[in-house]
């Protein structure tokens, strides 16, 4: 793969996203106060208050350099979100982005070729590079105090390393969903299910009422990282039969991986995924979940060959372009419900701005990055949506689309207990690893016990 290096200039970003040229024209920014223009094909305007940026004295002409993994369409309205910092400060952007980032940021570490800013998609791969190389600095007082005023707490432990706070929360995903077709449901006259036992019946209702057609399908098939989506679905189940409580000790090793809690979290998901009765729909017979990719696994929704899909509001993104993602459209989604009435367990994923470098212009920048302003400033800047955070400042009227403020009311609510993906949290041998194999294995033939007894013999002593 190659990489894409793009200095953002005091000057509006022309962007493309989703195929159309979108001429995303960020203003300006003042003192305060939200700009009124619009440019002609829906971005807005975005103005931002330069006051929190005037502590850290004259940083006009300096320059930034950020590495990610965040590839055009999507880098595209990234670097446009960055726009009203650069006219506020004076500070360039200099935005290098590349599929092959997590491998190569490791590299660059160890070289000494570290970037100013990195945005890292996993809490775990923070615990590395903080630990293995003393490398990325402590989060300013400025950037501490943004997240404690805008974000749960949580989000903030996941930055946080040894009782250290390097890194703020940026983009986050919903994974806790089940996507469906609107008019399949419409057609049945089915409910959104509100319970997990709800979910099941709706799927033995759907079968029955269908010839025994297959209601699921499910495809866990991603190159080098083949198994993920698999374990997305045994931590959703973590979360709903064992709880939050259970869920932290489990990938803090706290509790072994083949504890009994864990076995229950894997039977359950496998009275979807293991059962020939419920999968895998259009697609082929319970081992086919192994070899179907993620990314086609749930476009049988769209012809009515697949019924329910679960998957992260990041799927959406993999519907043919143009397809109506609404409550009445082609395709939509509900919260993966739970027999637990009290709480909404939710799991997550995100990205976190961590800094190898402590100079004025970064702290600078790593503030605009937490702050409500940009969380804002990102939502106008996607104007065909796909994007969300958790900031709990961020307006929902900024988002695109109507899923997108559905995945912000999950974030937000109350009610709502939120759990990072737990693979990305533990080992990586174990949670990029043997994790991620032992799925495989399991879809293909091998008992939960042999497989967490596997997992459990993989987790480093040290």
Known sequence: MTSSRLSVKRRALAAVAGGASLAIVLTACSSGGSGDDESSSGGEASSIDCAPYEEFGDIDGTKVHVYTSIVDPEGATMQASFEPFTECTGVEIDYEASREFEAQLLVRVKAGNAPDIAFLP??????????????????????????????????????????????????????????????????????????????????????????????????????????????????DMMLRTAGPDVYDQWYTHEIPFNDPQVVTAFDTAGEVLKDPAMVNAGLGGVDSIATTPWTEAGIGLLDGTCFLHRAAN???????????????????????????????????????????????????FQTYISSADWANAKAK???????????????????????????????????????????????????????????????????????????EASWPTS
């Open 122 to 235: 996993q809490p775990g791969l923070l615990q590395t590079i903080v630990r293995d190389t003393g490398t990325i600095v402590p989060a300013p007082e400025s950037v501490a105090k943004n997240v404690d005023e805008f974000f749960e707490p949580t989000w903030k432990d996941y930055g946080t390393v040894d009782g250290v706070f390097y890194a703020a929360p940026m983009d986050a995903n919903v994974k806790s969903y089940v996507w469906y077709s609107p008019a399949a449901f419409a057609d049945g006259g089915y409910e959104i299910p509100e319970t997990w036992d709800d979910l099941i019946a709706l799927s033995e209702q759907y079968s029955e009422d269908n010839d025994g057609a297959l209601p699921w399908c499910a495809g866990v098939e991603s190159g080098d990282a083949t198994g993920w989506p698999g374990t997305d679905w045994v931590e």
């Open 314 to 364: 990041f799927y959406q993104t993999q519907f043919p372009e143009g397809t109506d993602v609404s409550e009445d459209g082609e395709v939509y989604a509900f919260y993966l419900p739970t027999n637990q009435t009290d709480i909404k367990p939710v799991e997550v994923g995100g990205t976190f701005a961590a800094a190898f470098n402590d100079r004025p212009e970064v702290q600078a």
């Open 381 to 455: 800047a996607t104007p065909n949506g796909g994007w969300v955070n958790a900031n709990l400042q961020l307006d929902p009227e900024n988002l695109a689309t109507e899923f997108d403020r559905l995945s912000a009311s999950i974030l937000t609510d109350e009610n709502s207990i939120v759990r990072f993906d737990a693979s990305d949290l533990m080992p990586g041998a174990v949670g990029a690893g043997t994790f991620w194999t032992g799925i495989v294995n399991w879809l293909t033939g091998q008992s939960t016990q042999e497989v967490v007894d596997q997992i």
